[in-house]
């Protein structure tokens, strides 16, 4: 059962104001009008920053009360749903991604929560695990593309067969089963893609060989050895590809094989390690890299580099936070000041370390933040040990004994003892004399007066009005008690806008695509001023959620149009049929995950739309053209065309195991196909002159027509004829030997 707010503050108060923390209670119910079981969550927190922060800092070092309050506070906070065991499940599920920085945040969080509770911290983990589950749902999206891109590879390069080929069809399965699964596979991703784009390149280069089986070189530790494509496929030793002996339509056809892995490879570069792009090497890499991509050139070489670069800059980031965690240490160590005022600073450090171990990158803006608050109150302590000391001295032999204890005083007895000397220094002020005591009146009202504006737009009017009275009562304020309640104002105000700021800041990092970019900057401009605001980045955050709101119900129903335009087409046996099916099999899932895609996973939705929908207006085209022809051709000419597929003289062989990928026409040499006949008839009767004059038997035969090969060739007792791509034709030709 929770507990009643007024329980918790007597729990608060108790420990630090014994006997009195019933008085202040009491003092805070009367001021309400309220009794005890009336207090509701926000009294308590209005009673906690007023009458009881003023009360602890009357007895306590300023740090303490604030961590007194703080910590009330948050136990008055709503319990967030799910609570550590939520934190222990989603670290279960995503403790696979170890280089994930997000994930070595969690696991730092959950270790720290399994010795202590603390309500913010638990916050701050359940907002990590929804950001983790965002960014699975984006990458598993990025994976289906992967999956749907590596299938479409293997339809092409399965008539290979080898092992190769049956490696890239293992690695296929095990990513489609994790797919199903909700895991992402990246090193089976990265595998698959590099033996697929192997063997496409090897497709790609194969086509300009002679008919008969082509001879390849590959690259071995001992020798070059020369194999056949029917055993090239069996060795196990990486294709060496010489783009300058092949014809120029082969060499930019695997150029751009080569262009478009590289640009898929770049992607994920900025992805993982976008907090590091601006690392002065590695932005100039980048740009080398997207210069030489943008212009269809390979980059292997730039983008292996960029790799490093970014992994350099990343570990260098580690190392100069542990380096500035070292030095956190050593500068708290060293402030004279309690224990009980350091301790939480103590455990954010730890809590930073932690979480660089674990692989994570903490933000240690608010820890800094915290060690200058702590750093200008003990330099206020001593500041304040001056002045009463220079005021005693002017106060004579009746002060000397106090002015002498207080000399003694450092450190942390210092900070505990100073309560009780500023009361005895009250008292014998009160006996120094008329003269004396109303030098002190006005002293303390020019002090007032340069204080009271800072103060009252720091909400400590009421503090301000005290003093007031007292000073027209002939009374002296404690302006000193002012001034550290001001300074701790400020110090409060500062550091909980740092880490609203660091809030923002991580959501602004998934903004990125976004223009979060720009907010990221103004974070950091903000951080550079004396008091942050967040409001402006908070608002400039809202107003890209909902661009992004906006854009996700934009997407869906371009999404739902563009399947019901597909639904009827989806049959159809075309290349763009070839070229839309691994963007369907991407958008597919895409449209259920939309509400859970964050501004990245989005955008990769709308380009992959953009694409099918550009390439769904060639396939209608396609369609309305097959229908066109169909209309146009009669019941005449219809069994005309069927008639001429019987062979005369026999059974017509079957050519389905030539229809291929790639294969854009094909029949016998009787057969209206798109070719001029009385070309192919003389093309055949000088193959068999040719035949006869040399009494060797012919194989297929090739001529390249444009951008395809045209092969004659025999076929079961007939002659075939087919209009073969570059990238089919050697498999075509091993289907013919076969």
């Not at 983990?125 to 983790?132: E, Y």
């Not at 950091?524 to 890209?544: C, S």
């Not at 997407?555 to 087409?569: D, I, K």
């Not at 294969?663 to 192919?680: E, F, I, N, S, T």
Request: charged share 35%.
């Amino acid at each position: 059962m929770r507990e009643s707010p007024y329980r918790i503050l007597e729990e608060a108060l108790r420990p630090h104001l014994g006997a009195r923390a019933q008085v202040v209670l009491e003092e805070g119910l009367k001021r309400l009008g309220k009794r005890p079981e009336e207090l509701s969550e926000k009294d308590a927190e209005t009673l906690l920053k007023g009458l009881i922060f003023r009360e602890l800092q009357a007895r306590l070092p300023a740090a303490q009360a604030r961590r007194a309050v703080e910590e009330a506070l948050a136990r008055l906070a709503p319990a967030p749903e799910g609570g550590l065991e939520a934190l222990e499940r989603g670290l279960a599920r995503f403790g696979l991604y170890v280089d994930w920085p997000e994930v070595g945040r969690l696991r730092a969080l959950v270790n720290r929560l399994r010795r202590e509770p603390d309500p913010r911290l638990l916050q701050e983990g359940l907002a990590l695990l929804d950001h983790l589950e965002e960014k699975l749902e984006e990458a598993l999206l990025r994976q289906a593309q992967d999956l749907a891109h590596l299938e479409e590879a293997l339809e092409r390069v399965r008539p290979l067969g080898g092992p190769k080929v049956r490696r890239l069809e293992s690695l296929i399965q095990i990513v489609r089963e994790a797919h199903r699964e909700g895991t992402l596979a990246q090193g089976e991703v990265e595998r698959a893609r590099a033996l697929a784009l192997e063997l496409r390149k090897y497709l790609a280069s194969s086509a300009v060989q002679p008919a008969t089986l082509p001879e390849m070189v590959f690259e071995t530790q001992e020798e070059d050895v020369l194999v056949t494509v029917e055993e090239a496929p069996a060795l196990e030793e990486e294709l060496v590809i010489d783009l300058e002996s092949l014809a120029e339509p082969q060499a930019q056809e695997i150029r751009a094989l080569e262009v478009a892995e590289e640009k898929r490879r770049l992607e994920e570069l900025v992805l993982r390690y976008a907090p590091f792009l601006d690392h002065p090497r590695a932005a100039a890499l980048r740009a080398e890299v997207e210069a030489l991509l943008e212009a269809d050139q390979p980059a292997l070489e730039k983008l292996t580099e960029l790799e490093a670069a970014l992994k350099e800059a990343e570990a260098e980031a580690k190392a100069a936070r542990r380096a500035r965690l070292i030095q956190l240490e050593e500068a708290l160590r060293r402030l004279p000041l309690p224990q009980e005022a350091k301790a939480p600073l103590e455990e954010g450090l730890r809590l930073a370390e932690e979480t660089l171990r674990e692989g994570g990158l903490p933000d240690l803006a608010a820890l800094e933040a915290e060690l200058s608050a702590l750093e200008e109150e003990a330099r206020r302590l001593k500041e304040e040990k001056a002045r009463l000391l220079e005021e005693l001295s002017a106060l004579g032999e009746a002060a000397k004994p106090l002015a002498e204890e207080l000399a003694h005083l450092e450190g942390e007895a210092l900070a505990q003892a100073l309560p009780g000397i500023r009361a005895r220094y009250a008292e014998l002020l009160k006996g120094a004399g008329e003269e004396a005591r109303r030098a002190r009146l006005e002293e303390r009202k020019a002090a007032l007066r340069a204080l009271k504006e800072e103060a009252e737009a720091l909400g400590l009017g009421e503090e301000v009005a005290e003093a007031e009275r007292a000073l027209a009562q002939g009374e002296l304020p404690d302006l000193e008690a002012l001034r550290r309640r001001l300074e701790e104002a400020q110090a409060l105000r500062r550091r909980l806008a740092l880490e609203e700021l660091a809030r923002l800041q991580a959501l602004a990092e998934r903004f990125r695509p976004l223009g979060g970019e720009a907010v990221l900057k103004a974070i950091e401009a903000e951080r550079q001023k004396p008091l942050p605001d967040p409001a402006p980045i908070a608002r400039a955050l809202q107003a890209m959620k909902r661009r992004l709101e906006a854009k996700r119900q934009e997407l869906g129903t371009r999404l739902a149009a563009f399947f019901r335009r597909y639904a009827p087409l989806e049959g159809l046996k075309s290349d763009t049929q070839r070229r839309i099916r691994p963007l369907v099999e991407f958008l597919r899932p895409a449209q259920k995950a939309l509400d859970r895609l964050g501004p990245r996973g989005v955008l990769e939705v709308e380009r992959a739309l953009a694409q099918a929908e550009e390439a769904l207006k060639e396939l209608e085209k396609e369609k309305e053209a097959a229908d066109r022809l169909l209309k146009e051709l009669g019941q005449e000419d219809l069994e005309a065309l069927l008639s001429s597929l019987e062979a005369p003289g026999g059974e017509r062989p079957d050519l389905s195991p030539l229809r291929l990928p790639g294969v854009k026409a094909l029949g016998l040499l009787d057969d209206p196909l798109p070719l001029p006949r009385p070309q192919l008839k003389a093309l055949h009767q000088a193959l068999k002159a040719l035949e006869a004059a040399t009494g060797e038997a012919l194989g297929p035969a090739l001529v390249r027509l444009g951008g395809s090969y045209l092969v004659l060739a025999p076929w079961r007792g007939h002659e075939a004829v087919a209009l073969v791509e570059p990238e089919a034709l050697d498999p075509f030709l091993k289907a013919l030997s076969g």
